[in-house]
Nanobody, 122 residues
Framework: QVQLVESGGGLVQAGGSLRLSCAAS?????MGWFRQAPGKEREFVAA????????YYADSVKGRFTISRDNAKNTMYLQMSTLKPEDTAVYYC??????????????????WGQGTQVTVSS
């Protein structure tokens, strides 16, 4: 069993930046960030393979968000810049076990964190 704990969410003005962290209790493989706004389905944000060689972004965040990880600390990060009001959502980290490939499908992930709220004011 792997536990994931997100941190770093908060309230920021449009154009501002935030860095989210996801600490894992054990070894993980591919990890990803997803978000869910009120009344909407959970959507893919970014994913990174264990080696860091595979990194993928949703078109809506490409060029503004950067995903990274530190395997020695079992921690993944999401640096968010040039934030927009439409980025407002609960952000979740997720982990796949025993799989090398990244995925944008929530159903492909085995473990989830509890989520952290990101609110971007206009």
């Amino acid at each position: 069993q792997v536990q994931l704990v997100e941190s770093g969410g908060g309230l920021v003005q449009a154009g501002g930046s935030l860095r989210l962290s996801c600490a894992a209790s054990g070894r993980t493989y591919t990890m990803g960030w997803f978000r869910q706004a009120p009344g909407k389905e959970r959507e893919f944000v970014a994913a990174i393979t264990r080696s860091g060689a595979g990194i993928y972004y949703a078109d809506s965040v490409k060029g503004r968000f950067t995903i990274s990880r530190d395997n020695a600390k079992n921690t993944m990060y999401l640096q968010m810049s040039t934030l927009k009001p439409e980025d407002t959502a609960v952000y979740y980290c997720a982990a796949r076990l025993g799989a090398a490939s990244a995925s944008s499908y929530p159903s492909h992930y085995d473990y989830w964190g509890q989520g952290t709220q990101v609110t971007v004011s206009s």
